[in-house]
């Protein structure tokens, strides 16, 4: 999360009441109890398509969840 130029989204970042930033407070307004869902609800879709945004991209060996061979 702390990737120069990354941003943070608590909802679809078009939205017009979306909160953007790029500090840690903006990533802690993520509600993952609703992004790691498998399903949304008509009340949770906008909070459902948090997003965090990346300028370029993210070099592999930082992902985690990937496995190695």
Known sequence: ICWESTLFSNMNATAT?????HDLQDFKQI???IV????????????YQAEVLVRTHIPIRYILNIPRS
């Open 17 to 21: 009441n979306a909160q953007v930033g």
């Open 31 to 33: 509600n993952f109890d």
């Open 36 to 47: 790691i869902q498998t399903r949304y609800t008509d009340d949770t879709k906008s909070l």
